[in-house]
């Protein structure tokens, strides 16, 4: 291997290192995105949703508002899965049950 080759080979080997030293701290700085399963469930006794009137369970709710068959799954405002616990637009950082149910229903969109 001649001068110059060893020479443009740890060039090559330099860039490559500092290339890989950057994407690593780039990565690593990221924020870390919320998953439905890390945010806290709210609970009824939340001060919104208390002046929401949300309940785990619609089946429960004694609210007149309240229309069969809809709950939290259904509502526009919840983003989560059709089981469990899913982030809610009225609820930012916490998680409803997708069988709640709120005065704030509001029906998707097909």
């Not at 998953?35 to 949703?49: F, G, K, M, Q």
């Amino acid at each position: 291997m001649s001068g110059q080759e060893k020479i443009e080979s740890r060039r090559r080997f330099l860039k490559l290192a500092a290339g890989t030293a950057t994407a690593a701290m780039l990565v690593s700085g990221l924020p870390r995105v919320a998953r439905a399963d890390d945010l806290p469930h709210v609970s009824e006794a939340d001060p919104t949703a208390k002046a929401l009137g949300y309940v785990e369970d619609a089946t429960k709710t004694t609210d007149a508002k309240h229309k069969p068959g809809d709950n939290c799954v259904n509502c526009q405002f919840y983003s989560g899965a059709a089981t469990g616990y899913g982030p809610c637009q009225l609820f930012p950082g916490k998680a409803v049950s997708a069988k709640g149910w709120c005065i704030s229903h509001t029906a998707k969109q097909a």
